[in-house]
């Protein structure tokens, strides 16, 4: 009958597509059924604790049909370490390599898995005689497949440190992908981590020596010159631009004798919980109390100290000294609260420039001028690439951002009319080059900053701003005040008329913060301003212009939210 239902007169019977997708569908089922007895026996088998030869092999044929079922690899991971009980250091090497054989095999019907190369990693580690040669060839032969898989870039790292691989050689390995290949992400990146450790310079940036640097500037010119419209040479480059990471200092001090407390920023992030932090004044450590601007126990960069009550006497000058230890030592600042006198700034009037802008060798200049020639004329070749203009744009910032300030712009313009996608991130990037040349070109010791008519999208380096009494954001674009404005402790008036805001939620905690002038914006409610509730000293308010005021009754809303104003909109209260 079989052979009957095959054949029908003689002729091979051909069966309709409703029929094989039927026959698919139960083999589909059969499939699963499978699968399921599968792993429901194997959970009940993990749950005994039965670590057995049954348990390798269901295991093994769960994981060869889905090899990224991980609790199924942890599972053998168990198996193996039980196996470690009862078995001889050749008996596991015999087990571990019949193991790599078989993570080879699903490792060629799933080159990208997680959990494959994981598990590698593992038994690697827990083999008696690994062979770390075999394993780099290994590495070796995936990545003539597909040099961008970066699961096999880690797992090769992972090699190179068990085997002691010379990061010379390495280095040699990367530039040979990249010859090969210029579109190779993983090999450009690879280089960004061995420079330090061939070439290392602690002096310099990125912790390499400057002639290697300039080598690797030539060796990204090549690649995006000969491939324009690939991205990963650029993205390369922009690391070879990157500013050095600063190391922990004390940037700035405000000792405020009212209000009996200091006021420290620190160029990193940092926990009152989990630092060493000391005050002292005259020669004696003060016992006073650390906190966030917010009270919240948060890394910020911002902290205050409240000194003991009357500590701050005003007979004579007080010598404050605040320390903070670091892992390469102890940083500090001073400064002196003259006799008589509310108040003393202590700062470095040279760090937002420096940090802000990069001090360049001769050499360095030189490399980057004639890039910065070359990538013009790419640009003038290919005027929509967005990468050769975006380029431009970081060598005039690393070259003389205040000098180059109205070409940047109109590049950073450019770049916003050809990737209509990304208009936002060129607005805030015109933001950023605006308001860092703003605070490098700022009077030494100013206490007033002007970002008025800007076109401001959004507020950066407010780490920079600490100091500032007077700032000025009129005229802007920006929609809100979200972000943390309460690093400005220091700050009497904020002037943000003329723009879009709708919510001010980083006005909080600002003690000193006595006028805020917020006209003609999109505040539609008293409630948006209850942030304001906890600046203790805002008496002066201007709404005027925003949608709240055109509400019936809003005045007695706004005084409920913030009863501490005493004028409103130019009105007494």
């Known amino acids: 009958s079989g052979a009957a239902d095959r054949k029908m007169h003689g002729r091979l019977k051909v069966r309709t597509t409703a029929e094989q997708q039927e026959a698919k569908r139960k083999e589909r089922e059969e499939k ?58 050749d008996e596991m090497q015999e087990l571990y390599e019949d193991e790599l054989s078989f993570l080879g095999t699903c490792l060629k019907s799933n080159p990208k898995s997680y959990s494959v190369w994981e598990h590698r990693c593992w038994v690697m580690d827990c083999m008696p005689r690994p062979d770390w040669q075999r394993e780099l060839q290994l590495c070796n032969k995936f990545l003539e497949y597909d040099e961008r898989n970066f699961h096999c870039w880690d797992y090769r790292r992972f090699v190179v440190r068990r085997a002691n691989i010379p990061p010379e050689e390495e280095l040699k390995f990367s530039t040979d992908k990249i010859s090969s290949n210029f579109s190779n992400y993983s090999s450009w990146h690879y280089r960004s981590k061995l420079l330090p450790l061939v070439h290392p310079n602690n002096e310099h940036p990125q912790g390499v020596e400057e002639a290697a ?79 966030t601007p917010r009270g919240t126990d948060t890394y910020e960069q911002v902290l205050i100290f409240d000194f003991p009550e009357h500590s701050l006497t ?37 760090e937002s420039k420096q940090l802000l802008r990069s001090e360049l060798s001769v050499a360095k200049s030189s490399v980057l001028e004639q890039e910065l020639e070359s990538c013009q004329q790419l640009h003038e070749l290919e005027p929509d690439n967005k990468w050769a203009i975006f380029t431009i744009v970081q060598l005039m910032r690393a070259i003389d951002p205040l000098r180059y300030q109205e070409e940047t712009l109109q590049y950073v313009d450019k770049l916003t009319s050809l990737d ?114 906890s600046c203790s000293s805002v008496s002066i308010l201007d709404l005027e212009g925003n949608p709240v005021c055109s509400t019936e009754g809003s005045k007695p809303d706004i005084c409920a939210v913030l009863p501490q104003l005493k004028v409103l909109d130019g009105s007494k209260i």
Not at 33 to 62: P, S
Not at 423 to 429: E, F, P, V
């Open 420 to 533: 209509r996608c990304r208009r936002n991130y060129y607005a805030d990037l015109r933001s950023r080059v605006l308001e860092e040349n703003t605070l490098m070109s700022a009077e030494d010791g100013t206490n007033k900053l002007d970002l008025s008519g800007k076109g401001l999208s959004c507020i950066r380096h407010l780490d920079h701003m600490t100091l500032v009494v007077h700032l000025d954001l009129s005229n802007n674009l920006l929609t809100s005040l979200d972000a943390p404005v309460y690093m400005l402790q220091c700050l009497k008036v904020l002037l943000a008329d003329n723009n879009n805001i709708q919510t001010i939620a980083g006005l909080t905690n600002m003690p000193l913060l006595g006028r805020v002038s917020l006209r003609n914006n999109c505040i539609s409610s008293a409630q948006v301003l209850a942030p304001l509730a």
């Open 314 to 350: 005003c007979e004579s000058d007080q010598h404050i000294h605040v320390t903070l230890d670091t892992e390469a030592g102890m940083v500090g600042r001073e400064c002196v609260l003259g006799a008589g006198h509310p108040e003393v700034f202590s700062r470095d009037t040279t």
């Open 32 to 89: 699963l059924k499978k699968y399921q007895a599968a792993t429901g026996r194997l959970f009940e088998k993990r749950k005994n604790a039965e670590h057995d030869g049954e348990a390798l092999d269901l295991t093994g044929k769960i994981l060869a049909n889905n090899s990224d079922f991980l609790t199924m690899w942890n599972y053998r991971k168990e198996i193996f370490q039980a196996f470690h009980k009862d078995k001889s250091a």
């Open 213 to 291: 640097m300039l080598q690797e500037h030539e060796l990204a010119q090549n690649a995006f010159f000969t491939d324009p419209n690939d991205q990963s040479a650029w993205f390369y480059h922009r690391w070879l631009l990157g500013r050095a990471e600063r190391d922990q200092s004390i940037r700035c001090l405000h000792v405020y004798r009212p209000l009996n407390r200091l006021v420290a920023t620190f160029s990193k992030h940092i926990k009152v919980s989990g630092s060493t932090l000391n005050v002292v004044k005259d020669g004696n450590v003060i016992t006073g109390r650390w906190h």
